[in-house]
């Protein structure tokens, strides 16, 4: 009482703490400074190693996470904390916070799959998850898409990994398959004709595998073609609005008609037989 009263509490208590405090924050603020320039370095090297990009932002992001829980106990540890039972508590703590958080735990093993797996990279344009767009990123918890309309899109990993996964560009080419239908009255070799001659004269389109173009079906008010040209990737949308285009010009300069539903209706007028 009288160490209190002559001051001493200052010496005893808020000089070491205060001195603990700082210390403290020193280490959390510069552990933080380098554990975000190795997570770079590494970041660095794993892209010289020529790894996936997806995988490598993926590890730099684990990375991170580790170093800055490691930087965190170090400072905890610098105020006189006990560590070995401060990681007992969490432990026990973190068993209720991962039942009371299944769905992210869940986000994450999947997001661990998708790497190993890699069913997708960045950049390919990809169906999943109920959704399409462009690959950004896959994160911890999260997958990162853009839309052609430039929107952003997350979807979290679980959805996309528990799900149907449609890669449009993996393989590298596409097949456009097509239906153009014609009249009953109009001449099916001419049309057969200049449906092969578009396909001929689009450098876009590959010659192997080889465009097909068939009679696909006698439909009720059209005889219908299947055109079925292959083309890389890339040139997907660009190439099946030109053949649209151009199939409907060819069509309309050589007197070539495409039908439409249409619907006759009769009346009579009442008291009239029918």
Not at 80 to 109: C, R, W
Not at 112 to 126: A, C, E, H, T
Request: hydrophobic share 50%.
């Amino acid at each position: 009482m009288n160490e209190l009263m002559n001051g001493d509490w200052l010496d005893l208590y808020v000089i070491p703490w205060a001195t603990n405090i700082a210390l403290a924050l020193v280490i959390f603020f510069v552990g933080k400074w380098v554990a975000r320039i190795a997570t770079n370095v590494a970041r660095r090297l794993m892209s010289k190693a020529q790894m996936d990009e997806m995988l490598v932002r993926f590890l730099a992001n684990i990375t991170y996470g580790v170093l800055l829980v490691a930087v965190a106990l170090a400072a905890l540890d610098s105020l006189g904390l006990n560590i070995t039972s401060l990681i007992a508590v969490l432990g026990a703590a973190g068993l209720a916070v991962g039942l009371a958080l299944k769905d992210s735990l869940a986000n994450f093993a999947a997001g661990v799959m998708l790497v190993i797996f890699r069913p997708f990279k960045v950049g390919d344009y990809i169906n999943a998850g109920g959704t399409a767009g462009t690959v950004d990123e896959i994160a911890l918890f999260k997958t990162l898409l853009h839309t052609p309309d430039n929107q952003r899109v997350i979807v979290p990993n679980s959805a996309i990994f528990g799900g149907i996964i449609v890669n449009v560009n993996t393989l590298g080419t596409r097949r456009l398959d097509l239906v153009f239908g014609i009249g009953y009255d109009d001449d099916m070799k001419k049309a057969k004709e200049l449906l092969e001659q578009i396909i001929a004269d689009d450098e876009r389109i590959l010659k192997e595998p080889a465009a097909a173009v068939s009679l696909g079906e006698l439909a009720d008010s059209s005889v219908n073609f299947n055109v079925r040209p292959w083309c890389n990737a890339d040139d997907y949308w660009g190439l099946r609005s030109d053949l649209l285009t151009r199939v409907k010009e060819a069509f309309d300069a050589n007197g070539i008609s495409i039908p439409y539903p249409q619907q006759d209706v009769h009346y009579h007028q009442a008291g009239e037989a029918a």
